[in-house]
């Protein structure tokens, strides 16, 4: 069965470090992976789309890589800011349209 | 643009009471998804739709939830009757054809006592 996995359900760093979060998957051939961030109360926001032929795109301090054979794509945030504490999903493209969530990791950036 | 706007807000209501969830997409954007987000299931789509007709609906949990889209700026989800475990936040999103990334509402928090 099709199958995503947000390693680490919560990640704690120091501020200024390099956070990395991980999505795994199985069973899916995703033209697409997407990563969302999501604060308490609100709803998911787009962050960065990277297509099957990309391997790695970059915002701001933004890192998205995507490894087609290994299943797995890291996000990387730079420099990281208390500002940046949320929760992070990734999003997986599973055609005509449609993408499958996983269950996000929560991120705590400590001054 | 003010984005996808979804109303209402809250919403606390009794079991077996019909409940309508509603939601204005982004203009111009021809894709409209229903999402539900629990801390058991995460974020699960429900039911999109494309160019206002119903695409994929498999996500819908049961034949008590319904949804329209009567035209491109307005769709609703209903619950009829409603049950506890209905109790969730539920978001709309939009996107544009061939766009993978989709705009999310503010939620709507549902509590079905």
């Known amino acids: 069965s099709q199958k995503i996995e947000q390693n680490s359900e919560a990640l704690n760093i120091q501020e200024g470090k390099t956070a990395t979060l991980t999505c795994n998957y199985t069973?899916?051939?995703?033209?697409?992976l997407q990563w969302y961030r999501q604060d308490p109360g609100r709803g998911p926001v787009f962050l960065l789309l990277?297509?099957?032929?990309?391997k790695e795109k970059r915002k701001e301090r933004l890192k998205v890589t995507f490894d087609t054979t290994l299943k797995q794509s890291l996000f990387h945030i730079t420099a990281s800011q208390p500002a940046d504490s949320a929760t992070y999903l990734c999003a997986l493209d599973v055609g005509a349209g449609k993408s499958t969530f996983g269950d996000g990791t929560t991120l705590t950036v400590k001054p | 643009d003010a984005g996808v706007i979804q109303s209402p807000r809250h919403e606390v209501t009794e079991m077996g009471q019909e409940v309508t969830l509603r939601c204005k997409p982004i203009?111009?954007?021809?894709?409209l998804f229903w999402y539900r987000q629990t801390m058991m299931r995460g974020l699960e789509l429900l039911i999109y739709f494309n160019n206002n007709v119903p695409i994929d609906d498999s996500g819908m949990p049961e034949d008590r939830f319904s949804a329209k889209m009567p035209n491109a700026s307005f769709s609703t989800l209903k619950i009829q009757p409603s049950e506890p475990r209905d109790s969730a936040v539920y978001f709309c999103?939009?996107?544009?054809?061939?766009?993978?990334?989709?705009?999310f509402g503010p939620g709507t928090r549902l509590t079905v006592t």
């Open positions: 990277i297509r099957e032929n990309e």
């Open positions: 069973n899916y051939s995703p033209a697409y």
């Open positions: 999103a939009s996107s544009r054809p061939g766009w993978g990334e989709q705009y």
């Open positions: 203009s111009g954007h021809d894709y």
